[in-house]
């Protein structure tokens, strides 16, 4: 079994030793370079990997990564798509080849979206790995690889483990709204694409545009994965003050399990300073939310913030009992915090006062 690591690169200096360590195990490690000027292509060519150079004009990412995929040689198994700034973990080779059988097309792994030492690093279901034959990249952004064989026979291991330390430097994002107006306008009836098309535009500052968007996002009849359109809801709701109960309300409907959703919630509440809306927004925060772990379940949602708004509500209502409890597991997840040790003092000072 032969197995090509394929990419795409430019001005990818800085992450080339990494990248080309990490896929060192691969039988093929092949680059299509676009443009670089900081010495990406020798330096890549120095570490034994095979580079070819083509520009693209207009640029399309799915145009470039047809390009490189057909630069990967024709007796190669498996292909891993990766961008250079991504690099896979060590023992992927046997972890891959176990889990690929002769008939599978393409294989599931986890991928760690902006990775850090010492981080929580839980990642997603990712599977940007296949066949070498039967694959297309469709898309001017977001592209995304498609079987052209009628049928997928999909293998998973989720140990193996593709890490990407994002470069916030590099000045792509610029390129992507452009990109996502045309892709959206080459297929309208993409509810995936229509709602990082309203995203992106949210990321813009163009909000008016963005809720326009994200709304015939919802009115889609490919718009179906709650998780995903309780995002979009959560979005609309911080453009519109006006609409923000409505749409948070919305958004709990759709996934009423997302920790995400409750902690809007209790933003909102605590805006408002509706003490018993934020204890409600934080108790069944804590109780009936669960992990998802999908790209959009933001590692942030799962701190300390909904025990720390819930002790601040119990507090205002009196409850110093309960606000001591959850001030104090707010604290057991961010020992380190001041404003909390301080909140935890006063707390302890008020419940003693109202139990003599």
């Not at 107006?181 to 694409?193: F, G, K, N, Y």
């Not at 057991?332 to 139990?355: C, F, G, H, V």
Request: proline share 3%; glycine share 6%.
């Amino acid at each position: 079994m032969k197995i090509a690591a394929y990419t795409i690169s430019l001005n990818e200096i800085k992450h080339c030793e990494r990248w080309a360590e990490s896929v060192k195990d691969a039988d093929y490690r092949v680059v299509l370079d676009t443009g670089s000027t900081d010495g990406t292509v020798a330096k890549l060519r120095e570490l034994g990997v095979t580079v070819h150079e083509q520009q693209f004009t207009p640029w399309r990412f799915d145009h470039a990564r047809n390009a490189a995929l057909a630069c990967v040689p024709s007796d190669a198994d498996i292909c891993i798509s990766q961008d250079m700034d991504e690099f896979l973990e060590e023992g992927w080779r046997a972890k891959m080849t176990a889990a690929w059988q002769a008939d599978t097309t393409r294989l599931a792994y986890t991928y760690v979206f902006d990775y850090r030492v010492g981080g929580a690093n839980e990642g997603y279901r990712m599977d940007k790995i296949h066949a070498r034959n039967g694959y297309t990249w469709r898309r001017p952004v977001h592209e995304t690889v498609w079987s052209t064989l009628g049928y997928e026979n999909i293998a998973e291991d989720l140990s193996i483990k593709l890490n990407q330390i994002q470069d916030r430097n590099k000045p792509t994002r610029s390129n992507y709204l452009p990109l996502m107006q045309i892709a959206t306008q080459e297929d309208p009836m993409d509810s995936q694409l229509g709602f990082w098309y309203g995203r992106e535009l949210m990321y813009a500052n163009r909000h008016d545009d963005a809720v326009r968007e994200l709304e015939r996002y919802l009115s889609l009849d490919s718009s179906k994965w709650p998780i995903e359109r309780s995002e979009a809801m959560i979005y609309i709701a911080r453009m519109s003050d006006s609409r923000r109960l409505e749409y948070l309300q919305r958004a709990l409907i759709s996934a009423p399990e997302r920790r995400q959703v409750w902690l809007e919630l209790a933003r909102y509440y605590y805006g408002k300073q509706d003490w018993h809306g934020l204890l409600w927004a934080c108790g069944s925060g804590l109780d009936k939310s669960r992990r998802d772990h999908s790209y959009l379940d933001h590692v942030d949602a799962w701190g300390n913030q909904l025990q720390d708004f819930g002790s601040i509500a119990a507090a205002n209502l009196g409850w110093y009992k309960k606000s001591v409890e959850w001030c104090q597991a707010a604290i057991n997840i961010q020992p380190t915090d001041d404003r909390l040790r301080n909140n935890l003092q006063w707390m302890q000072s008020k419940l003693e006062e109202t139990s003599k």
